[in-house]
């Protein structure tokens, strides 16, 4: 009974986070946000062997949109990256501003994602994981779609995951 209820915790809360309603706009540095994940993520990454290298542009980049969503986006893709890893290797957040607006990329050396499951990522409750719930991706790409963004995803098996993610910058 207790899992079921932590279970239906979780649901609500990610139901929530995602609903277009609930989106609230914030004037914030996208450093802050990256600086955040790094120091809640460092652990994580230390006990698996995994450098965490993250590329801003010199010049701090302002983002006026959910931070919450982002912070969530961000998180989600990173942790999905972590467990694709358990041997270790490098995670790669780069930015680059665009004319439209942002341009972030994250690329790990995991092991990569067949061409026929690459299409049912984004669908709810597709999961290939033991224990996961098939929402946090179709999640993800909500958020970034009711903040204006684009996402996508390539995969090669053996070879690692990129996940391309463009937002205004508000």
């Known amino acids: 009974m207790k899992e079921a209820d932590r279970m239906n915790q ?12 609930s989106r609230e706009k914030h004037t914030f540095q996208l450093g ?3 600086d955040s994940i790094q120091r809640l993520l ?10 965490f290298s993250v590329r801003l542009p010199s010049e701090p980049v302002t983002l006026t949109m ?3 969503h982002l912070y969530q986006i961000l998180l989600n893709i990173l942790l999905n990256a972590i ?11 780069t930015a680059a501003l665009a004319e439209a607006g942002l341009r972030l990329t994250i690329r790990d050396e995991g092991a990569g ?12 409750f ?6 996961g719930t098939g929402l946090g991706l179709p999640i993800v790409k909500r958020m970034v779609e009711n903040n204006d ?22």
């Open 10 to 21: 979780v649901v609500e809360n990610y139901l929530t986070a995602a609903r277009a309603g």
């Open 32 to 34: 802050e946000v990256v």
């Open 42 to 51: 460092a652990e994580k990454t230390r006990q698996r062997d995994i450098a």
């Open 66 to 68: 959910d931070m919450n």
């Open 83 to 93: 467990d694709a890893m358990p041997e270790g290797g490098t995670i790669t957040l």
């Open 113 to 124: 994602i067949p061409a026929e499951m690459l299409d049912r990522v984004w669908d709810t």
């Open 126 to 131: 597709y999961t290939t994981k033991e224990n």
């Open 149 to 170: 963004g684009r996402i996508t995803m390539e995969s090669e098996p053996g070879r690692g995951t990129t996940v391309n993610i463009e937002l205004p910058r508000g």
